[in-house]
């Protein structure tokens, strides 16, 4: 079980790229969140999702951020036109069910120059 | 709104010492708590995870405990070694919010 992937592990980008995240949760577990970590912060919820369903995305910047879980395939956290304070590390998190905590993912450090 | 706060900040202690890290939390309706390890820039690392109907949990050298009454955990390390050294996170999730409130975290440093 290779536990929860996440790629790019590091990703740089120009102001105004887009930037995309990928996770692929642990096998078996079907709930996907992604958390932000800004430098000298703690670690903050942005969104829940199933497959196909967005349940909890009010860790959300309302502007430029959007995620999804599709049917087949990695979850994607997608940021358009980054801006300097989205320099963070973004880690994925899965679940199998509420009784057995949370795997992380080592993390997509993103770089905006 | 659940706020997770650890004490301390950062601790340096020498190998071999027993020593605590403590974690309280504002809201005691919590559904579990869970404590992880992270190495700089590196992910997070599951050590224990404790439901709120239990008091303590351990794995190894950790022993995790729960008061949920009074909002506090505590994680207790014996015989420290440089290995552990590492930023250890406490993180509560809250019933039937199914998502995970972090404090900043304690930076350990065990010095050989």
């Known amino acids: 079980n290779a536990g929860v992937m996440q790629n790019p592990r590091h990703l740089v980008r120009r102001r105004g790229q887009e930037a995309r995240l990928r996770c692929s949760p642990m096998?078996?577990?079907?709930?996907v969140y992604w958390y932000r970590q800004l430098p000298e912060e703690g670690l903050k919820f942005m969104v829940y999702l199933q497959k196909e369903n967005i349940i909890d995305e009010s860790g959300m910047p309302k502007e430029r951020f959007s995620a999804e879980f599709p049917k087949e395939g990695p979850s994607i956290l997608r940021i358009q036109q980054v801006v300097r304070g989205d320099s963070a590390a973004y880690f994925c998190?899965?679940?199998?069910?509420?009784?057995?905590?949370?795997?992380f993912g080592s993390g997509t450090r993103l770089t905006v120059v | 709104k659940q706020e997770v706060t650890q004490i301390p900040a950062a601790l340096s202690v020498p190998e071999g010492e027993n020593l605590v890290l403590n974690c309280s939390f504002t809201d005691s309706a919590i559904y579990n708590l869970q404590w992880f390890r992270q190495d700089p820039g590196k992910g997070l690392t599951s050590l224990l995870l404790?439901?709120?109907?239990?008091r303590e949990q351990t794995s190894g050298r950790l022993n995790a405990s729960l008061d949920k009454s009074s909002g506090r955990s505590t994680l207790y390390i014996a015989a420290s070694q440089p290995g552990d050294s590492a930023t250890y996170l406490c993180a509560v999730e809250d019933q039937g919010a199914q998502k995970l409130v972090f404090g900043q975290g304690t930076r350990l440093t065990i010095n050989p």
């Open positions: 096998k078996g577990h079907s709930h």
């Open positions: 404790i439901q709120s109907s239990q």
């Open positions: 998190a899965s679940s199998q069910d509420l009784n057995y905590g949370y795997t």
